[in-house]
């Protein structure tokens, strides 16, 4: 039986039509240099493309 990838889990969200969430990168630091623009549009989930959407599924077992 696969075992779950324990980091994939606390890096992705499954979504109940099995979309595959994820942070935008880069929005845990310097963000006084960037326009307030450009930091509120950086919040939220963010889905992942087809391919890798696949990939990670694999990983994801559970």
């Known amino acids: 039986m696969t075992k779950t990838t ?3 889990t606390k ?3 499954i979504t ?3 979309k595959i969430l994820r942070m935008p990168g880069g929005i845990n630091h310097f963000q006084a240099k960037k326009s307030r623009h ?3 549009s ?3 989930m963010r889905p ?3 391919q890798q959407n696949m990939l990670l599924k ?3 077992y559970h």
Do not use: A, M, V
Request: glycine share 10%.
């Open 16 to 18: 109940k039509t099995g």
């Open 38 to 40: 450009k930091q509120l």
């Open 48 to 50: 992942l493309d087809k």
């Open 58 to 60: 694999s990983y994801l």
């Open 6 to 8: 324990k980091s994939i």
């Open 42 to 44: 950086n919040k939220g």
């Open 11 to 13: 890096r992705f969200r």
